[in-house]
């Protein structure tokens, strides 16, 4: 299981996060940003009743990333990183803009997804489901 964590900013008219994990491969050993060919991302916005994953908010569907900015070459550990000691290699910064008023109601949920296509063909599906605060 990957590790994970994310940190808010609430503000008036956007909410931003922090995400934040440890991206193994097969062999176990942190991801290689030279294996990968793309990062994709999407928000989603999450059912309240039943956490079923609805429609991609409108203008967060299916963008594309820069590898390097998002996957690192090696295992990082600082301030954000709180989970423990060997560290994240993916960080993305996700900042959403003009958001419907239910995502920032507190207890709303919703999940970002990551579609990181490996230079083998293989993808990898990266979700943080989130909770506003």
């Given at each position: 299981?990957?590790?994970?964590?994310?940190?808010?900013?609430?503000?008036a008219?956007?909410?931003?996060?922090?995400?934040?994990?440890?991206i193994?491969?097969?062999?176990?050993?942190p991801?290689?940003?030279?294996?990968?060919?793309?990062?994709?991302c999407?928000?989603?916005e999450?059912d309240s009743?039943?956490?079923?994953?609805?429609?991609?908010?409108?203008?967060y569907d299916?963008?594309v990333?820069?590898?390097?900015?998002?996957?690192?070459g090696?295992?990082?550990?600082?301030a954000?990183?709180l989970?423990?000691e060997?560290?994240?290699?993916?960080?993305?910064?996700?900042?959403?803009?003009?958001?419907?008023?239910?995502?920032?109601?507190?207890?709303?949920?919703?999940?970002?997804?990551y579609w990181?296509?490996?230079?083998?063909?293989?993808?990898?599906i990266?979700?943080?489901?989130?909770?506003?605060?």
């Open positions: 299981m990957q590790q994970a964590i994310a940190n808010f900013d609430m503000k008219h956007w909410v931003e996060a922090i995400l934040m994990a440890r193994v491969d097969r062999a176990r050993l991801l290689d940003p030279h294996t990968v060919r793309s990062v994709v999407s928000v989603y999450i009743f039943q956490h079923d994953v609805q429609k991609p908010l409108a203008d299916k963008i990333l820069n590898v390097p900015q998002v996957i690192y090696s295992l990082r550990t600082d954000m990183w989970i423990d060997t560290g994240y290699n993916f960080c993305h910064r996700i900042r959403l803009g003009n958001v419907p008023d239910p995502l920032r109601t507190v207890g709303t949920y919703y999940e970002v997804r990181i296509a490996r230079i083998t063909g293989e993808t990898t990266v979700r943080f489901r989130l909770r506003v605060n």
